[in-house]
């Protein structure tokens, strides 16, 4: 038996996809004032057998959002800007989140070192990660979102 696949071809393929002011400035407001101390975790980092804790690849706190009433507007915004990167650019079977958000708080000392976005374990089922710019670039310096495209 022969299989034929014939995928659509990429005319705008990217490694990443860059969208200005997907939120308004009210919005990132109230994004950044559901973060509470009593919720922190330290971060964890997926692997083949569950999540562990590493120092030496990140270090910070953050905090779940589950789609909720409360927070379902940020997932609907988020689905509409990953759809049409999606739809434009990489035509991916998607299927929806398959975690909370995750809101992270960088200070003094914290960091995520170079890491891929998939892996084995919970990390396998990842197609499309997104990051957002919740602080404005000057309150921190030194501490910009960088890709290591191959």
Known sequence: MKYIFDPPQLSDFADFVFYEEAFSAEEVDTIRKYWRDEKVKAASVAAEKGEYYSSEIRKTDVQFLEPTAQYNWIFERLSQCVAGANDSRYHFD?????????????????????????????????????????????????????????
């Open 94 to 150: 998607l299927q929806g989140f398959y975690e909370p958000l995750q809101l992270a708080r960088y200070t003094e000392g914290h960091f995520f070192d170079w890491h891929f976005d998939f892996g084995a374990g919970s990390a396998s089922v990842r197609k499309i990660s997104i990051s957002i710019q919740l602080s404005d670039a000057e309150e921190y310096a030194r501490r910009d979102l960088t890709f290591r495209i191959h």
